[in-house]
């Protein structure tokens, strides 16, 4: 091989190995969008459920019963925001798992339990606000 053909070869196997770390660059970055996309699809089904649940605590009768009509929209409201919970427990990061499963906890009390003494509004608007709050902040 000439000095020449060896150069020309150094140069060819220089630039490959340059379009192949730019290409797994761009896959990584790709990857990383993509995740981070699934990870705001996640959150927003679980933002969806949480309002639909919420909805159900305020349009809670004094008295129903299992199977009556309110019934019927209220568990598969909790039942959603339930599976909603475990998909942010598995997809998104640690920081945002406690005030998820406390935003739900309270969701699920508001639904099912009387509390004459606060609105609804007054008991979820803390487990909200820390939700939304570190949410924001995770997918940023």
């Known amino acids: ?10 140069t060819q196997r220089t630039t490959q190995r340059a379009a192949e ?4 660059r761009r896959r990584a970055a790709t990857l990383a969008e993509e995740r981070r996309a699934e990870r705001i699809r996640t959150v927003l089904e679980y933002v969806r459920f949480a309002l639909e649940a919420e ?5 809670r009768p004094a008295r129903w019963e299992v199977g009556d009509e309110w019934y019927r929209t209220a568990r598969p409201a909790v039942d959603g925001l339930r599976i909603a919970e475990n998909g942010v427990q598995l997809l998104c990061a640690p920081d945002l798992h406690t005030p998820t499963t406390a935003y739900a906890r309270a969701l699920n009390q ?11 509004a007054e008991r979820l608007e803390p487990f909200k606000a820390d939700f939304l ?5 995770t997918l940023a």
Do not use: C, D, P
């Open 110 to 120: 508001a639904v099912w339990e009387e509390h004459a003494e606060t609105s609804v």
């Open 21 to 24: 770390r730019a290409e797994e």
């Open 1 to 10: 091989m000439t000095v020449g053909g060896a150069l020309t070869y150094l």
């Open 55 to 59: 909805g159900v605590a305020h349009a």
């Open 133 to 137: 709050a570190v949410a924001r902040s």
